[in-house]
């Protein structure tokens, strides 16, 4: 994908019926940009991540943010900050697509 140049980022979501589908939209030695979605009943499960921070931002559909100590809602328009070593994850509990942005850093491998 060329940068910078306006996108839509779910144009670019990818589903899967045996897991949660990945996408990435950019990636540099310091950041990724991805997209994480889920069919209805899948998740990501609860994990967490050394010395990466991670942003989830939903972008359609509704579900579970997963943390350690608690699950908190989520649909279009919230956000959850995942700093390096804080366990997290995400559910779809609704009936549609859930389509949740996701920014990395520094990215996985790096």
């Given amino acids: 994908m060329n940068h910078p140049n306006p996108i839509r980022p779910v144009e670019h979501a990818v589903f899967s019926e045996q ?4 996408s ?3 990636r540099s ?3 990724l940009v991805g997209l994480n979605s889920f069919l209805a009943g899948q998740e990501h499960k609860l994990h967490s991540h050394a010395g990466m921070d991670k942003v989830y931002q ?5 579900g579970l943010f997963l943390l350690e100590d608690r699950e908190e809602p989520m649909e279009p328009g919230y ?5 390096e070593g804080v366990p997290h ?3 779809n509990t609704g009936k549609a697509p859930l389509i949740v942005l996701a920014i990395l850093s520094p990215p996985p491998g790096s």
């Fill in 19 to 22: 897991k949660m589908g990945k």
């Fill in 24 to 26: 990435t939209l950019y």
């Fill in 79 to 83: 956000l959850l900050i995942a700093p």
């Fill in 89 to 91: 994850g995400i559910k």
């Fill in 29 to 31: 030695k310091s950041i």
């Fill in 58 to 62: 939903v972008l359609e559909g509704s």
